[in-house]
């Protein structure tokens, strides 16, 4: 509990948050969420369960849905905003998802040189972050890229990266956010984000030499199922992270199951492969598993944790693995019910 109020007592303060990317179109699709039997709406939830971070994604033009694009985007900053919560967006640089397995280039910038994608992602970047300030919603930290794990706008898992074009692109990302913060005379911290800690220190090492540069923090996702490091050596993981590359570094994705059990026909994403000794797919488990990891990451160094899409419940809606949900056995609410589970609780103490 110390170490976590030294933590909160830094110069930034110690992230807890959650990506709430898909509330809009949950409640667009009838979801009800609720505490004590009553809707409730999981920004203010999450305020005041000691949260105080929203993280959202942008894709570039997603035709295959109307969310994520920038108009969704500045009604998720919205409500954080009224919530009293900061926002950290999440550029995808992709029309769909990009993730630790693939990185592709938006349609629009697919067949342009590596210089002329550079000049689009600059663009593109200043271009939006200049609307959303417009709006009065400028984010306080942004992602450029979100889990570049392969190549940037064209890479794959398992593909060599071409570390000169990776790095042009990267620093004209972070090129351009610290320019729209300038102009927006607003300082904005601006994050790197590789999926599963055993993959950092080979990413950023080579980022490094490449001449990749500017960035205040690194991300990473955690999800024990696709990685081989234990928890506590993604604590080590933090540890050398922050002292090698002199940032802060934040857990920007976990998620843990309540139950094994699913309230539609979508597979569960996360099943018995994502159990950890000692955390049962239970709402204890999984509550204790949040408030143990905050713990690791603060005793570690580390600067925050962030949980993944705790709102993507099940509701009529389909997408393209189904109708319902691949998470809502990961969610902070119950299945069929909606109620607030006790994963809300696992921040209280470290208030």
Not at 93 to 98: E, G, L
């Amino acid at each position: 509990m110390l170490l976590l109020a030294a933590a909160l007592a830094s110069t930034h303060p110690f992230y807890r948050g959650a990506d709430l990317s898909y509330v809009n179109e949950m409640q667009d699709c009838g979801a009800v969420y609720r505490r004590n039997g009553k809707p409730a709406d999981p920004f203010a939830l999450l305020a005041a369960a000691g949260g105080n971070l929203v993280r959202v994604r942008l894709w570039n033009h997603a035709t295959w849905t109307r969310y994520s694009n920038l108009d969704d985007v500045a009604k998720t900053i919205r409500r954080a905003r009224r919530a009293h919560l900061q926002l950290l967006l999440d550029f995808h640089y992709s029309d769909d998802w990009a993730d630790g397995d693939k990185q592709v280039a938006p349609a629009a910038w697919a067949k342009l040189g590596t210089t002329a994608q550079a000049r689009a992602l600059y663009a593109y970047t200043r271009r939006t972050l200049a609307a959303l300030d417009a709006q009065g919603l400028m984010p306080d930290l942004v992602q450029v890229g979100n889990e570049t794990n392969p190549e940037l706008m064209g890479g794959a898992k398992g593909k060599p990266i071409d570390w000169r074009r990776n790095a042009l692109l990267l620093n004209a990302g972070i090129r351009a956010v610290r320019d729209a913060a300038r102009a927006a005379r607003k300082p904005v911290r601006i994050m790197l984000h590789i999926a599963q800690p055993e993959n950092v220190e080979p990413w950023f090492d080579a980022a490094t030499r490449a001449g990749v540069r500017g960035y205040d923090l690194i991300g990473i996702s955690y999800y024990r199922k696709w990685s081989t490091r234990t928890p506590a050596e993604l604590g080590e993981t933090i540890r050398r992270a922050r002292a090698k590359y002199g940032t802060d570094v934040v857990v920007a994705e976990t998620a843990y199951p309540f139950t094994l059990d699913g309230e539609d026909s979508s597979p569960n994403l996360l099943g018995a492969d994502s159990l950890l000794p000692g955390y049962p797919a239970t709402p204890d488990g999984q509550r204790r598993y949040l408030a143990d990891l905050t713990r690791l990451v603060a005793a570690s160094g580390g600067s925050g944790v962030v949980w993944w899409e705790p709102a993507w419940i099940s509701t009529r809606c389909r997408t393209r693995w189904g109708r319902g949900s691949n998470w809502e056995n990961a969610a902070w609410f119950d299945l069929r019910t909606h109620e607030a589970l006790p994963v809300f609780e696992a921040w209280r103490a470290g208030r």
